[in-house]
């Protein structure tokens, strides 16, 4: 099994990435494997909305030439996709979004490609760190998420989010209580991949 997660902090040992070690490490003791991309330091420009995407039928399609191509190879080839990501003005991180905008062309439904997604993760779920309670803080992108999936005819595996404290105070990660949910969250994953390959 393969999982790809998506990790938009531009705070690479910040407390989004903290929540992912206990994640990444419990799905690797299911021999799970994982591939682990730091969006912050990649090329990826912005979707130009030139529909160029839209008429290439079953590949991405996209005429940009940049990390992009790289992130879609490793998105199809996995099980379950997350995306892991602080909230920032109750959206995603601008590499994250830039992402998602870029991920366009997985979905041929406004061209004259035959009408279908390509997506092929059984699965997509969202980790968030956000500085207000999560129903406040991060439910926009929860919903942004769910429609995605929706519209893509994903499977969307939820949300696991917590609030940060104090800019690099990642005591708030470390508790037993977020370490086990995290660890919940993975098996949760791992078993919706698992329903869905049935």
């Known amino acids: 099994m393969r999982v790809c997660i998506l990790m938009g902090s531009p705070r690479l040992n910040g407390g989004t990435a ?13 021999c799970v494997h994982v591939d682990y991309i730091e969006l912050h330091n990649k090329n990826i ?7 160029q995407c839209q008429n290439i039928a079953h590949e991405y399609g996209c005429g940009q030439q940049d990390d992009m191509q790289f992130i879609i190879e490793s998105v199809l080839q996995a099980d379950a996709l997350v995306y892991a990501t602080p909230i920032y003005s109750w959206q995603a991180t601008p590499p994250t979004k830039t992402v998602m905008d870029r991920m366009f062309g997985l979905n041929k439904f406004y061209g004259s490609a035959p009408k279908g997604s390509l997506f092929t993760p059984k699965t997509i779920a969202l980790i968030a760190t956000c500085g207000y309670e999560p129903e406040y803080g991060a439910d926009l992108l929860d919903e942004v998420v769910r429609r995605l999936c929706k519209h893509s005819g994903v499977s969307y595996s939820g949300m696991f989010a917590v609030r940060d404290g104090a800019v690099g105070d990642l005591m708030t990660f470390q508790t037993n209580e977020v370490i086990f949910g995290i660890q919940e969250f993975a098996d949760k994953i791992l078993n919706e991949v698992e329903r869905g390959a049935i």
């Open 18 to 30: 903290e929540l992912c070690k206990p994640f990444i490490k419990h799905l690797k003791q299911k």
């Open 45 to 51: 420009s912005p979707c130009l909305g030139c529909m």
